[in-house]
């Protein structure tokens, strides 16, 4: 069964860092695209950044580009997103999300996934 996991909110004062984990059990991300999304109350689902399932191209949303990185862990099935010069704007819940079908830019829209992780709270003060 594929499932994700997704771990590291928090409270954080801004300009301050939070790193996002983001766990897959019953697959590898080796072949998959991985997408990170945000939705603020109110507000839809914004895509954030992701990494194609083709070309292995990582594409930023204007809002977090220069600040949010993606990595992966060594283990093939964890992924991170390092959030730095964090902003009261950038309070939201964060998913994750996979699929092998995400590609190019396409991999920022949020019905290119199939399998999404529950969600973890970032808070950001001002």
């Known amino acids: 069964e594929v499932q994700l996991q997704a771990s590291g909110g928090g409270l954080v004062q801004a300009g301050g860092s939070l790193r996002l984990s983001c766990v897959a059990s019953?697959?590898?991300?080796?072949?998959?695209?991985i997408g990170w999304f945000r939705q603020a109350p109110g507000k839809g689902r914004e895509g954030i950044l992701c990494m194609s399932s083709d070309d292995y191209i990582v594409y930023y949303a204007d809002s977090v580009k220069g600040r949010f990185t993606i990595s992966r862990g060594t283990a093939g099935n964890t992924m991170f997103l390092q959030m730095n010069s964090l902003r009261p704007e950038d309070t939201a819940v964060y998913y994750c999300a996979a699929d092998y079908k995400a590609y190019g830019s396409g991999c920022l829209s949020a019905g290119s996934y199939d399998y999404w992780g529950q969600g973890t709270q970032v808070t950001v003060s001002s």
């Open positions: 019953g697959f590898t991300f080796d072949d998959y695209a």
